[in-house]
């Protein structure tokens, strides 16, 4: 089985500006988790979705949006981006939803610089 | 709020020697979910191990064990005879058993193995 693919890898966009991160799960997996790791803060979740409904959301402001699509592929956006939003983004998918302790299966990651 | 501390930021070992990684957490539930999550150098992260709080018996993968101490909310990984493939970020995390709960993930430990 194919393994979780993010794309793109790497990004460079400049303050103000918006962007789309893509993240395909495993094949089957039905859940979504996305996450923001930066050396300060570790690993911060944003969100997570499950049969395309967002089940959960972390501590980010509006700006961070998602979605997921009927094949449970799911879009990340950051609207009105900020230097701070400079980080790797993380996707995990999962059989069900992640809080029932199922195993979270972790993407690339997709490095996003703000310039 | 449940929250996930590690203390040891980095941590160096020579190849062979056996090391333990500290975990504490703060939660008011009784029953939940930990993890050990391992993030090699520009590879995906993935499970270590995983540990249920309801079962007392401590977890084993192959070399990587936990010392759950409930009471103590102590959740260390000790990972016997290291390998320079060890060299990760590790990261300890916690989900509570309530299907609504998100996985609070600790800062990570940076560990170096040393040949």
């Known amino acids: 089985k194919a393994g979780v693919t993010q794309t793109p890898r790497y990004l460079i966009k400049t303050r103000g500006q918006q962007v789309t991160l893509s993240c395909s799960p495993i094949s089957g997996h039905r859940s979504v988790s996305w996450y923001q790791q930066t050396p300060g803060q570790g690993l911060q979740f944003l969100f997570e979705?499950?049969?395309?409904?967002?089940?959960n959301k972390g501590n980010f402001p509006g700006r961070f949006s998602g979605r997921q699509f009927s094949n449970s592929r799911s879009e990340m956006n950051v609207s009105t981006l900020e230097l701070g939003d400079s980080a790797l983004y993380l996707c995990a998918s999962s059989l069900a939803v992640a809080g029932a302790a199922e195993t979270q299966y972790f993407g690339p990651g997709t490095r996003l610089l703000v310039l | 709020a449940q929250t996930v501390t590690q203390s040891q930021p980095e941590m160096s070992v020579q190849e062979a020697e056996t090391v333990t990684l500290s975990c504490t957490y703060d939660t008011s539930e009784n029953n939940y979910y930990l993890f050990w999550y391992k993030q090699p150098p520009s590879r995906q992260m993935i499970l270590v191990i995983r540990q249920e709080a309801y079962k007392q018996q401590n977890a084993t993968e192959n070399r990587f064990s936990v010392n759950f101490q409930k009471a103590a909310k102590s959740f260390s990984l000790k990972i016997s005879d290291s390998q320079l493939g060890d060299t990760a970020m590790y990261f300890c995390a916690f989900t509570s058993m309530n299907r609504d709960d998100k996985i609070i993930f600790g800062k990570g430990t940076r560990l170096h193995i040393l040949p």
């Open positions: 979705y499950f049969s395309e409904t967002q089940r």
